[in-house]
């Protein structure tokens, strides 16, 4: 499973981007089956679970991103997207998709997210 994140970038805080994370050639019943979830690691810091989107569809934020940020997804296109409202300078961190699906993890690679104050 090839995982393809981008979308990171430099931003003023207060503003918004939007993340990105694809397996193109995934078919859709197998786009469907993984939890999606996207990490995040701040210089220093332990990563930490941002967003998750269950195979059902339910989802679950952390509290430090609640109603700022949003996880969606496009199934036709086989991707996950990140919506991140209302930045911070606390957001900036290496952001990374990684769904799971039986146990496994497969990860796309880091996209880098910096909030200027």
């Known amino acids: 499973v090839q995982l393809q994140a981008s979308g990171g970038g430099l931003v003023q805080a207060g503003g918004s981007l939007r993340l990105s994370c694809r397996s193109p050639r995934m078919i859709l019943s197998e786009f469907s089956s993984y939890i999606k979830n996207w990490y995040r690691q701040a210089p220093g810091k332990q990563r930490e679970l941002v967003a998750s989107?269950?195979?059902?569809?339910?989802?679950n934020y952390a509290d430090s991103v609640k109603d700022r940020f949003t996880i969606s997804r496009d199934n036709a296109k086989k991707t996950v997207y990140l919506q991140m409202d209302r930045l911070k300078s606390e957001d900036t961190a290496v952001y990374y998709c990684?769904?799971?699906?039986?146990?496994?993890?497969?990860w796309g690679q880091g996209t880098l997210v910096t909030v200027s104050s």
């Open positions: 989107a269950s195979s059902g569809g339910s989802t």
């Open positions: 990684i769904w799971v699906r039986s146990g496994a993890n497969y």
